[in-house]
């Protein structure tokens, strides 16, 4: 009865909750915001989604695994093996057979896929900036701790 339920009772259905007040559709509505906010940028740098998400996680831990990437990138692996292809052909990264294991392959972000992460990211802090906005310190921490507490409840992987 964590929850506050009792046992074997119905759970409210989402038009007694309201979209307004069930979080996976705020996170959702967030993000989308989030990203739409960006797309201009990304397009004018010719990045997708997907391609964005890429160059964010290997701008912060370089090397990964395709299949590690997926995961942090929050990209399909059929999406991410296109994005991939598409970043290569533009020197944004470049992909290699991991030393210990050659049948898998790592990915690398270029000097090139850097210097375009680096025009990106001032966009992507302005707006990260733009939703916290109002929102003290401590509630950012206590928002910070629900989201890993949360995501550690329905992660699929140990990272």
């Known amino acids: 009865m964590k929850d506050g339920r009792a046992p074997n009772t ?3 259905r989402l038009g007694e909750i309201g979209l307004g007040n069930y979080e996976p ?5 967030v993000m989308g915001r989030y990203n739409a906010s960006i ?4 397009a004018k740098l010719g990045l ?5 998400r890429v160059l964010a996680v290997l701008s912060v831990m370089d090397g990964l695994l395709i299949s590690q990437l997926a995961v942090h990138a929050i990209t399909e692996q059929s999406t991410l093996s296109r994005a991939l292809d598409a970043m290569q052909a533009d020197g944004l990264v470049r992909r290699e057979a991991d030393p210990d294991d050659s049948r898998a392959t ?4 270029s000097n090139t896929g850097r210097a375009t992460f680096e025009v ?8 990260y900036g733009r939703m916290f906005r109002g929102i003290d310190e401590d509630e950012r921490h206590a928002f910070l701790a629900t989201l890993k507490k949360v995501h550690t409840n329905i992660r699929k992987h140990d990272f």
Do not use: D, G, I, S
């Not at 797309?39 to 990304?42: I, V, Y």
């Not at 990106?120 to 707006?127: G, I, R, S, V």
């Open 10 to 12: 119905t759970p409210p």
């Open 120 to 127: 990106l990211w001032p966009h992507m802090a302005e707006t």
């Open 39 to 42: 797309r201009a940028e990304m």
């Open 106 to 109: 790592r990915v690398f972000l």
């Open 48 to 52: 997708t989604t997907p391609k964005m």
């Open 25 to 29: 559709y705020l996170m959702n509505r």
